[in-house]
């Protein structure tokens, strides 16, 4: 079974914090990708990576980096949190075609 | 840019019916066309996926069809079950390189019993 794992499930975090969100998969996907989902606006790209070190930005990349310096490892980096930045964010990992999601981690900034 | 509308929002339908919901794409180079499904507070599953070469798969009680001159795709699910109610995504993308994906907005399925 493929395993996609995300630091934690619920996150509190003040405005102007630098927050982490990390993502692991245990399956050697070369493909790893953040969204966030929001109602009504269904799952949203924020970046995707396809290689260690090798990102491209997806729809909704302001506000926002990412880091990979291991096949296993995708993290997702609030540089200064704000209030429109809550949401749950999903991490997913994906040989070629389907994609596994992890649990989700749902952040709330305050 | 590239869109994915998807049709309804919500849907309620009775305990045995058949429910479909509907997604068109705006680019035509798309070629692989997966459904989600999340259930409340669980993390979004592929259910069923076509691609461009196929025109319809089945999956018990399941089905995708496809229409790549309209560049639009549909699930079907007959004799709908409690169990089937849960928000489901369309989505869009070209079979090479990572898969990008671009999703619907979703559609909240209920099914009454």
């Known amino acids: 079974d493929v395993k996609v794992t995300q630091s934690s499930r619920y996150l509190v975090k003040r405005t102007g914090e630098k927050v982490f969100l990390e993502c692991v998969q245990d399956?050697?996907?070369?493909?790893m990708f953040w969204y966030r989902q929001d109602p009504g606006l269904g799952l949203r790209l924020i970046y995707f990576?396809?290689?260690?070190?090798?990102?491209e930005k997806g729809d909704i990349p302001e506000g926002y980096s990412v880091s990979r310096e291991k096949k296993e490892r995708f993290s997702l980096i609030l540089e200064s949190a704000s209030t429109n930045q809550t949401s749950m964010y999903l991490c997913?990992?994906?040989?070629?075609?389907?994609?596994?999601f992890g649990p989700g981690t749902r952040l709330t900034v305050t | 840019g590239e869109n994915v509308e998807q049709h309804p929002s919500t849907l309620s339908v009775q305990e045995g019916d058949s429910a479909v919901i509907k997604c068109t794409y705006s680019?035509?180079?798309?070629?692989?066309f997966p459904w989600y499904k999340q259930e409340l507070g669980k993390r979004p599953q592929l259910i069923i996926d076509?691609?461009?070469?196929?025109g319809e798969k089945k999956d018990q009680r399941i089905a995708v069809t496809l229409n790549k001159t309209a560049k639009h795709f549909s699930l079907h699910i007959t004799e709908t079950q409690p169990e089937d109610s849960a928000v489901y995504f369309c989505?869009?993308?070209?079979?090479?390189?990572?898969?990008?994906?671009?999703f619907g907005t979703g559609t909240r399925l209920k099914v009454l019993a």
């Open positions: 997913a990992s994906s040989p070629r075609g389907e994609q596994y």
């Open positions: 399956m050697d996907h070369e493909n």
């Open positions: 990576s396809y290689d260690v070190k090798m990102k």
């Open positions: 680019d035509s180079a798309s070629n692989y």
């Open positions: 076509i691609r461009s070469n196929v």
């Open positions: 989505a869009a993308s070209k079979a090479s390189g990572t898969y990008k994906y671009i």
